[in-house]
C-alpha cells in the first residue's frame, strides 16, 4: 500500500509524517526518513493503536511532542524532544530525549471520548 505525505519543508512537518507513517504502519517511510540503523519492525507495533499527537513546540531543527497510543486497553504516552537533520535537502529524523510523563488526570482523555481522562481510559490502567 502507498501513502501520501506531504512535503516535509521543516521538522515539524516531517515529525507529524512520521506519525502518520507510525499510524500507518509504514516501514518505508519511516526507515527512509531517519538517520537511524536502527529500522522499523512492525511486529513491534501489531498491537498498538495511535490515538493523538500533540506537537509541544518546534524551534530550529527540534520538536517536542506527545504522542498518545492503546496497547492492550492500556494508554500510554511518548513524550519526546526530537532532533532532526537536512540530509542532502530532506528533512530526517536524528535522534531523540526522553521525558517520563504521565497522562494527566483532568487532561482530555487521549481517546477522544471528550471525558476527562480520570473519569475514562484512566480505570484501565495498571
Ligand atoms: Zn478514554
Given at each position: 500500500?502507498?501513502?501520501?505525505?506531504?512535503k516535509?519543508?521543516?521538522p515539524e512537518?516531517?515529525?507529524?509524517?512520521?506519525?502518520?507513517?507510525f499510524?500507518?504502519?509504514?516501514?518505508?517511510?519511516?526507515?527512509?526518513?531517519?538517520?537511524?540503523?536502527?529500522?522499523?519492525?512492525?511486529?513491534?507495533?501489531?498491537?498498538?493503536?495511535?490515538?493523538?499527537?500533540?506537537?509541544i513546540?518546534?524551534k530550529d531543527?527540534?520538536?517536542?511532542?506527545?504522542?498518545?497510543?492503546?496497547?492492550?486497553?492500556?494508554i500510554?504516552?511518548?513524550?519526546?524532544?526530537?532532533?532532526f537533520?537536512?540530509?542532502?535537502?530532506?528533512?530526517?529524523?536524528?535522534?531523540?530525549?526522553?521525558?517520563?510523563s504521565?497522562i494527566?488526570?483532568?487532561?482530555?482523555?487521549?481517546?477522544?471520548s471528550?471525558?476527562?481522562?480520570?473519569?475514562?481510559?484512566?480505570?484501565?490502567?495498571?
Open positions: 500500500m502507498n501513502f501520501i505525505y506531504k516535509a519543508l521543516t512537518q516531517l515529525m507529524r509524517n512520521r506519525y502518520e507513517a499510524v500507518n504502519k509504514d516501514g518505508d517511510y519511516l526507515n527512509n526518513t531517519t538517520t537511524q540503523t536502527t529500522f522499523y519492525d512492525k511486529t513491534h507495533y501489531l498491537n498498538t493503536e495511535w490515538l493523538k499527537l500533540d506537537v513546540s518546534a531543527n527540534t520538536v517536542e511532542f506527545k504522542a498518545y497510543y492503546r496497547e492492550d486497553g492500556v500510554h504516552l511518548l513524550h519526546e524532544k526530537s532532533n537533520i537536512e540530509v542532502d535537502g530532506m528533512w530526517k529524523y536524528d535522534n531523540g530525549e526522553l521525558f517520563n504521565k494527566g488526570r483532568n487532561e482530555s482523555c487521549p481517546c477522544g471528550s471525558k476527562k481522562f480520570k473519569k475514562c481510559c484512566m480505570k484501565n490502567q495498571l
